[in-house]
């Protein structure tokens, strides 16, 4: 095939809905990297000032400027990657460069070269002594293409596989085909006569919430967009799975890519949306050929007759998770959270009445209606309703995603479920939320996986990631790491945030990026006040989230940031 | 007597709130910012300018909102009935402090000279209101000052820059240029244009706006500046810029008797705060060497020499007086300049109309 000129790739896209950023990642995909050349050719075919388009641009990591760009590894250094040895991998690859956890911490280390996603492993001894780059083999020797595991076998009690909703069938082969996926039941739920009204009351009465994180019930998200004026109205599926630690989305995307279909078409009726996106991460370019297969068959099939659905691909930002900056980047601007009120499900996109939700929350859809809506409740344990999937990697023997019902005790999960820490080692600490619920030390792992127990103990569960960390970590050394990260992801809107997370990532740094004050007092202080500041003023859930890294580090881990310190001071 | 009996409309009727305790009605829409802003209260703001939309960038102006759990940006926060708001609480002054110390560990420089910009001096007053030291939260600094850009109109002295991105919304939301945006992101983030070039190579038609809602001065009025050093104080005078017929309000700023800079007026009925790069910057001919400082007429041989106003003078009233009895009074005609003071202006019209009875007369500024 002839390499498509900047006129050929415009004229592809420029009528598309949301073009700018699939037109963008076809110039980086053609060239390895943006050329001035063709931002000035993207902005004169969007018709978009050229600042604003180099500004956004750069807003996003994977976006290179410069050879060798996309075509140099990039390997993550994610909290998992880094005990599992990413910095080897980062001297072994020519032009290696980090970028942050890329979901695949079940499986790692996750390392993307061009259009693949590879898998690199410094195990088996591919690798002389750490640092000694002599004799190292060539890179394809610890690179290799793997599919994203399965979840592993439901490790509930036994005979009570009916513990699951979303993974309920997504280990029986061919599931991601349409015939595989129909095999079972899929798209009876979207092609029953049901009503919309009927389709949210089932949904509302089963208790579902927003499985992103926030919690949000999703039946009164989809009343809300039925009921708001202007059309067209839009279905987002936000999988941006940028969270650290986080990687269930890919899972339910690659071996269930249906099941997301599913949920959105019926979400759509439910809404009378006509229009949807999968805002993926770009992390997951195998998912991306999954899905848009996965839609291609669905249309074929006449499963989507007007809905036109389709997959937009980030470019590397995890602000882009949160659904207003979402709907910016979409929409082709500089990816800022927006104000709220209003609210995506009167304002959404193109200021359109839309539904945000994610991807395990849209693939819970189906099976609920299927099942209806007490089978849902009732996976749950106690009074919560329904399950949860939990990303569970680090320090444990059986790392995966485990759908869990909600309230499980974290003990079951980690010690039962997963094998725990391995022999002779305990657990030391588990991350919540990915990074954004913080860290639980030894002594409070005896909570139960629901928000009220989590929240009580000043966490979350979130998108449900947890990372744990054994006796022999540095837990200064992780949360350092996590602020980086967030400091990294800062979009720079709001003052807490951009100046909050930089201050506080060189509070704990050990070497010459650190700064601030080094007796235990001052330092707490400071970190604290900046804490607060940040979790009162902070204009979305980045900035209120990333100081529960320091909050529970001094909270669980006094004598290890007095250790730091005195570290620093030496 | 019947008294008039005012009824408001239907859709007023709920509009009240309470800030601080007391009632306030406030028109729907109107956000809880500005109805603080009508009540007096100084709610602190960094990245607020009322002709942009509501950002929310700064998060100085948060208020507490009874019933919710977090503080929220009175700016972007529009007031419904009933709502309960505290502009001024002990936690909120606390998150400001500390808000203001962020920014300051990042932008230490205490003083800013005012000729900057008309907006130059707001972080520097919020510093000194909260005593905000520069003594906390020592770090790294992300402004990186633009000493390549020569331009001799704007300075990027982005040492000071808080990216408030005041600029950048400005130049887009007020004037329509686009020239400017922000690169990158989090603490890095950068004022740039295409190409993080120089502003002559981009959409930047230097008309200020960006220096005179810069809240520290980062963005600067090079042109002004050149008199920082001079010893008397800043008087303005308010005029209207003589370039072109749309009137914009200008404040001449003054040394002692030097005109040292011109300010777009932001109550100026025609610009709301605009100005063109001409009427904000083009003003060295008032005080050029090369201005004429007397009279000239040209001798027999064609050339000029200096003279006296009153032989000057004469030799103007003659050619007039010639040219009206030769070939009538529609045979003069007077062009007055935009350069001109407008009583210059004023005086022209007056003289031509008066002496040779014909509106033949016109300005540069009309074009």
Redesign the interface.
Known sequence: MPTPTDDELIQRWRSEPAPLLPLLHAFHDRDGHLT?DA?RAVAKGLRM????????V??YHHFARTPPGQRAPRVCDGPVCRLRGCDALLRALPDATPMPCAGRCDAPIPVLRGAELLVGTTAGGAFGAQGDERGWPPPEAFLRLEPSPLPPPYPGAAGDGSGECVFAEIRTPGRATLAGYRATGGYEALTAARSPSEIIDVITQSGLAGRGGAGFPTGRKWQAVADAPGDPKTIVCNADEGEPGCFKDRALMDHDPHALIEGMAIAARATGATRGFIYLRYEYPDTMVILERAIAEAKTAGLLDGFALCVRRGAG?Y?CGEETSLLNSLEGK?PFPR?R?PYPVTHGYEDKPTVVNNVETLCAVAPILRHGATWYRTLGLGDHAGTKVISLSGDVVRPGNYEVPIGLPLRTLLDEWAGGPGPGRSVQAVTMAGLSGGLLGAERLDVTLDEPCLRSHGSFLGAGGIMVFDDTRDMVAVAHEAMAFF?????????????????LS?RLSPGPGG??PTELDPWTT?VV??G??M?????CGLG?AAPLITDSLLKYFPEQVARHLAARKA | MNQPIQTPAPSTLAAVMEMDGQEVSFTPGETIYEVSQRMGRQVPT?CYDDRLD???????C?VEVEGLR??V?SC?T?ATPGMKVHTKTP?LE??RK??LE??V??NPKATIDPLRGSASQELVQLRTRYGVTGE?????H?GQSRTDDANPFILRDYDQC??CYRCVRVC?EQEGD????????????KI?????GLLQD??CTFCGQCVQTCPTGALADRKAMRAQADPEPIAATRSVCPYCGVGCSVDLLSKGDKLVGIRPARDGGANLGALCVKGQFAFDFVQHEDRLRTPLVRGDDGTLRPASWDEALDRAAAGFAKALHDHGRHSTYAIASGRAPHESAYAIQKLIRATSGTNYVDNCSRA
């Open positions: 001035d931002l000032p050229l600042a604003d388009l180099f500004g956004t750069t807003f930002a602000v500089h104000n009120p400091a990294h992801e800062s979009c720079g809107k709001c003052f807490p945030c951009r100046i909050g997370t930089q201050r060189e700064s601030g400071e006040d900046i607060d500041a979790k009162a003023t902070s204009a209120t | 960094l509501p950002f929310g960038g700064c998060r100085l948060v977090n503080p940006a972007t529009k936690t606390r998150h500390t808000l962020l920014v560990s990042e906390r939260f020592a770090g790294h992300s808080i990216s887009a686009y020239a400017i945006s922000v690169r990158g992101r989090g603490f890095e983030t740039t244009t295409e190409f993080d981009s959409a």
